[in-house]
């Protein structure tokens, strides 16, 4: 058997991972980590029973059954194209806008620069 320091070391780390892997194990067997595994799932599934309640609630609701009459006309208007219609419309709007502001704007800057001209060869 071989005692030297290098050997030490090894062996020390070996013993060292059997403890940690001894200490995790414990620890993930705990009733402690068991209870609060416990407690997480109680508390999800109050989560989802309160939502699922709000959903069914809401759901009922004149402000639900506006929702969804909204959200179903809206879907009605997608398929039917009339939001993209009204999207390209909106979209050629402004881009007349912009490109009759730069045409306004390169004329300013020529007649400015045709005045600088004049005043150069004065």
Excluded: C, Y
């Excluded at 709000?54 to 179903?72: I, L, M, N, P, Y």
Aim: cysteine-free; overall charge negative; proline content about 1%.
């Amino acid at each position: 058997m071989d005692n030297s320091p290098d050997n030490d070391v090894k062996n020390e780390f070996e013993t060292l991972g059997e403890n940690l892997r001894n200490a995790i194990n414990a620890a993930w067997q705990s009733d402690e980590r068991l209870k609060a595994q416990r407690q997480i799932e109680n508390g999800l599934s109050q989560i989802g029973a309160a939502l699922n309640d709000f959903t069914s609630q809401f759901s009922a609701s004149d402000a639900g059954k506006q929702v969804r009459e909204e959200f179903d006309e809206f879907t009605e208007r997608l398929r039917s194209g009339q939001v993209e219609a009204k999207a390209r419309q909106e979209l050629v709007k402004v881009l007349k806008t912009v490109n009759a502001e730069l045409e306004k704007a390169m004329k300013n800057v020529t007649v400015s620069e045709q005045h600088t001209d004049k005043t150069d060869t004065d």
